[in-house]
C-alpha cells in the first residue's frame, strides 16, 4: 500500500513567488493534516481536513496560505506571494479516523521549501 | 496551551541503550507518539502508546509512560549507528491536533 506522498520533494523559490504543494495520503483516510518546521524548529500544525471539509486551520500562519481539498482526495497548499520566513519543511499527514487505532498518523517524506 | 518538552541532545556509545526523555502539559492526551527522522527525510512513525498504558514493547523499543509525572520515555535498546536521526515525542490533543517537541537529536558513536 502506497504511503503518504508529497511533491515537490523540494522547491527553491525567489521571494514573491508562488508555490503549490500536493500531498497525496494514504488511500481511504479521511484526515489528511499539514504541518511545517521552520528553520530547526518545532514541528507546527497548519490545518486539518475532515475528507473536503477544513476541520480546523487555527495554526495557518496568514492570508497568504491557502489549502485545498477538493473532492477530498488529494491536498494543496499554495504559498503567494512567500516570504523568506517561509522556509521550512511542510509535511502532510493522513489518518484513517480520529478514534481508536484510527488516531495513527502517518507523514509523508515532506516537501522541502527555500525561499531566496 | 499544550506544551512537550524534550532534551535537545544524547549522545551514546553503539551497543548501549539510549534513553530519550518527554514531558507534557496536557493531561487529557489519549495517544502519545514517537517519530524519527533521519537527515533529509521524513517523518516515520517509531511506535505509539494508549494512555491507559504503562508500557509497550517493541523489539528493540520500549516506550514508558507515567501519567502522574506527565513523562514519557523511549528506550532503544543495542544502539546501533542507524539509530542515529532526530526523534519527536508527540502528544494528541482534544482536537486531533499533535503537538510535538523540538525533537532529541540522538548520535551513536561507533
Known amino acids: 500500500e502506497a504511503g503518504v506522498t508529497q511533491f515537490p520533494s523540494h522547491s527553491v523559490i525567489e521571494k514573491g513567488q508562488t508555490v503549490t504543494l500536493r500531498c497525496d495520503p494514504i488511500?481511504?483516510?479521511?484526515?489528511l493534516y499539514w504541518y511545517r518546521r521552520v528553520m530547526g524548529k518545532e514541528i507546527k500544525f497548519l490545518l486539518h481536513f475532515v475528507k473536503e471539509s477544513k476541520q480546523d486551520e487555527s495554526g495557518m500562519p496568514n492570508n497568504r496560505f491557502l489549502a485545498e481539498r477538493t473532492g477530498g482526495t488529494y491536498s494543496t497548499l499554495k504559498v503567494q506571494p512567500a516570504e523568506l520566513e517561509d522556509s521550512g519543511v511542510y509535511f502532510c499527514?493522513?489518518?484513517?479516523?480520529?478514534?481508536?487505532?484510527?488516531?495513527?498518523?502517518?507523514f509523508g517524506e515532506g516537501s522541502w521549501l527555500t525561499v531566496v | 496551551g499544550e506544551d512537550v518538552e524534550q532534551s535537545l541532545f544524547l549522545s551514546v556509545r553503539e551497543g548501549d541503550s539510549s534513553v530519550i526523555n518527554c514531558t507534557y502539559t496536557?493531561?487529557?492526551?489519549?495517544?502519545l507518539y514517537w517519530y524519527k527522522q533521519e537527515p533529509g527525510a521524513g517523518l516515520q512513525l517509531l511506535t505509539y502508546i494508549f494512555s491507559n498504558m504503562d508500557m509497550k514493547q517493541d523489539q528493540r523499543l520500549t516506550v514508558l509512560l507515567n501519567k502522574k509525572d506527565k513523562h514519557l520515555s523511549l528506550r532503544i535498546a543495542d544502539t546501533q549507528t542507524g539509530d542515529s536521526a532526530i526523534y519527536f515525542c508527540?502528544?494528541?490533543?482534544?482536537?486531533?491536533?499533535?503537538?510535538f517537541g523540538s525533537g532529541t537529536r540522538l548520535l551513536v558513536r561507533p
Open positions: 496536557d493531561s487529557s492526551s489519549t495517544y
Open positions: 488511500s481511504g483516510h479521511d484526515n
Open positions: 499527514a493522513s489518518s484513517q479516523g480520529l478514534k481508536g487505532a484510527g488516531n495513527t498518523i502517518y
Open positions: 508527540a502528544t494528541m490533543d482534544s482536537s486531533y491536533k499533535l503537538i
